[in-house]
C-alpha cells in the first residue's frame, strides 16, 4: 500500500517536472538550424540568411503590422518630402501662385539690331522721266531724271521758272547711329541778268544755294539727316532760274540724279 502510494507521488513529480519544461521550452528561442520566425523590419534580412544552395528566391512577408515599413515601401512622410510643393520650383523661386514670376520678363529692345533700311519709296512726278534703283540691300538709292529742267532766255514770257520734285522715304526698324545723305547732282549756267536756286528740303531741315549770273558749273549739294528707325522722310529738290525785270540773258538747270545712302 505505501509503496503505491509513493509511486502515485513520483509519477505526480514526473508530471509537473514534463510540464515545467514543455511550457520553458516553448519560449526558449529555438536552436541553431531551426527556422525562427522573423519580425517584419527584418523579414528580407532573415529570409536571405536562411536561403540554402539550391533555393529558391526569397519572399518578403505578406503583410506588415501597422505604422511599419518594409524595404522599398517610403512612409508617409518621405512621400510628402518628395512631392513637389505648389508655389515653388525646385530652385525656390516664387512661381505666378506666389505672386512672383519665376522667370522675370525681359525687357522688350526699342528696335532689332540690325541695320536701318529703306521701306517702299514713292516719288512725284513718277512718270517715265524718272527712274528710281534701290540696292539689294536697301541701304542705297539712285534716281535719275531725263527732264528735271528749268531754263529761261530774253524772249520768255515769264520773268521766271520753277520746277520741284518730291520722295517720300520710308525707313524700317534698326539701330540707331547712322545718317541719311541726300545728294543732288546736275549743271547750272547762268548770263549777265539770270540767277539761278537750288533748295533741299527734308526732316525739318532746308539747304539752299544760289548760283549767281555768271556761273557755269555741275552742282552737287547734300543735306544730312539722322537715320531714325521707323520714321518717313518728305524729300524734296526745288530748282529755279529767274532773269532781271529789265531784261537778262539766258539761263538753265538742272538736275540729273539724286542719291541717298544710309551710312
Do not use: C
Not at 508617409?76 to 519665376?102: F, L, W
Request: hydrophobic share 35%; aromatic share 6%; glycine share 12%.
Amino acid at each position: 500500500m505505501r509503496g503505491r502510494i509513493v509511486l502515485f507521488v513520483v509519477l505526480a513529480v514526473v508530471l509537473a517536472l514534463v510540464g515545467v519544461y514543455v511550457g520553458w521550452s516553448t519560449n526558449t528561442p529555438k536552436a541553431v538550424g531551426e527556422q525562427a520566425t522573423a519580425t517584419p523590419a527584418d523579414a528580407s534580412v532573415v529570409s536571405t540568411q536562411r536561403r540554402g544552395p539550391g533555393s529558391g528566391p526569397a519572399r518578403s512577408p505578406t503583410g506588415s503590422p501597422t505604422g511599419s515599413t518594409g524595404q522599398g515601401s517610403p512612409s508617409k512622410d518621405s512621400a510628402a518630402n518628395s512631392a513637389p510643393r505648389t508655389g515653388a520650383n525646385h530652385a525656390g523661386t516664387t512661381t505666378p501662385s506666389g505672386n512672383t514670376s519665376a522667370h522675370p520678363p525681359a525687357s522688350k529692345p526699342q528696335h532689332p539690331a540690325g541695320p536701318v533700311r529703306f521701306g517702299k519709296v514713292a516719288t512725284t512726278p513718277s512718270d517715265n522721266t524718272v527712274e528710281t534703283a534701290i540696292s539689294d540691300d536697301r541701304q542705297a538709292l539712285t534716281t535719275t531724271f531725263s527732264a528735271f529742267e528749268v531754263t529761261i532766255d530774253e524772249e520768255s514770257a515769264e520773268p521766271s521758272a520753277t520746277k520741284s520734285f518730291s520722295m517720300t522715304l520710308p525707313l524700317t526698324d534698326g539701330a540707331t547711329g547712322d545718317v541719311v545723305g541726300f545728294h543732288v547732282q546736275g549743271f547750272a549756267f547762268a548770263e549777265a541778268g539770270a540767277a539761278a536756286r537750288v533748295t533741299l528740303r527734308g526732316g525739318g531741315k532746308v539747304r539752299v544755294r544760289d548760283f549767281p549770273s555768271g556761273v557755269d558749273k555741275d552742282v552737287v549739294e547734300s543735306l544730312w539727316l539722322p537715320a531714325t528707325p521707323g520714321i518717313t522722310y518728305q524729300l524734296s529738290v526745288v530748282i529755279e532760274i529767274h532773269k532781271d525785270a529789265a531784261g537778262g540773258g539766258d539761263g538753265y538747270l538742272n538736275a540729273v540724279a539724286i542719291d541717298v545712302g544710309i551710312s
